[in-house]
T-cell receptor, first 109, second 113 residues
Framework: EDQVTQSPEALRLQEGESSSLNCSYT??????LFWYRQDPGKGPEFLFT???AGEEKEKERLKATLTKKESFLHITAPKPEDSATYLC??????????FGAGTTVTVRA | KAGVTQTPRYLIKTRGQQVTLSCSPI?????VSWYQQTPGQGLQFLFE???????NKGNFPGRFSGRQFSNSRSEMNVSTLELGDSALYLC????????????FGPGTRLTVL
């Protein structure tokens, strides 16, 4: 069965204090690892898709990287508007997304 | 391009009732997936429909069902509601035409009293 573990569960950062979120996964036949951002009471918002180990993608202050067993989401010099829950979801051979529990990031001004 | 829309946005029902939620995918998208999100269990996959056929199913009881119409719009139904069915129900659509990203709607907040 696919397993996804995100750590830490919660992260409190000072504005400008960079950090990384971890997503460890076990899935049969990875067909992409997806990162989403979710604000309270809203649907997840797509951020990145990574397909192969060594791949990196960037968007503003966010950079996602992928290895064979983990993905990292690096937040560089975060701002309060980066506060959200970040979800990772690998997709396996069955084309289903398996979501982790998420990391809730709070950035204080 | 309009995003995924879900109706209604909020619902309050009582135990034993049934409910139908609706999802309209992004124009041109043919796949719709449904998820249940609760604080304790996170986002859990319910089922996926592609071209009016259920292609994948999660581990939910038969009280949860869905269907997809020829215009790709989808509905999910929950019968004999239980208190534990209170959740945010999300639908996501995919194009499967080169990019296979799932784009989510805003969700329907269901409260069962």
């Amino acid at each position: 069965e696919d397993q996804v573990t995100q750590s830490p569960e919660a992260l409190r950062l000072q504005e400008g204090e960079s950090s990384s979120l971890n997503c460890s996964y076990t899935v049969s036949g990875l067909r992409g690892l997806f990162w989403y951002r979710q604000d309270p009471g809203k649907g997840p918002e797509f951020l990145f898709t990574l397909y192969s180990a060594g791949e990196e993608k960037e968007k503003e202050r966010l950079k996602a990287t992928l290895t064979k067993k983990e993905s990292f989401l690096h937040i560089t010099a975060p701002k309060p508007e980066d506060s959200a829950t970040y979800l990772c979801a690998p997709r396996g051979n069955d084309y289903k997304l398996s979501f982790g529990a998420g990391t809730t990031v709070t950035v204080r001004a | 391009k309009a995003g995924v829309t879900q109706t209604p946005r909020y619902l309050i029902k009582t135990r034993g009732q049934q409910v139908t939620l609706s999802c309209s995918p992004i124009s041109g998208h043919r796949s719709v997936s449904w998820y249940q999100q609760t604080p304790g269990q996170g986002l859990q996959f319910l089922f996926e429909y592609f071209s009016e056929t259920q292609r994948n199913k999660g581990n939910f009881p038969g009280r949860f069902s869905g269907r997809q119409f020829s215009n790709s719009r989808s509905e999910m139904n929950v019968s004999t509601l239980e208190l534990g069915d209170s959740a945010l129900y999300l639908c996501a659509s995919t194009s499967f035409s080169g990019t296979d990203t799932q784009y989510f709607g805003p969700g329907t907040r269901l409260t069962v009293l």
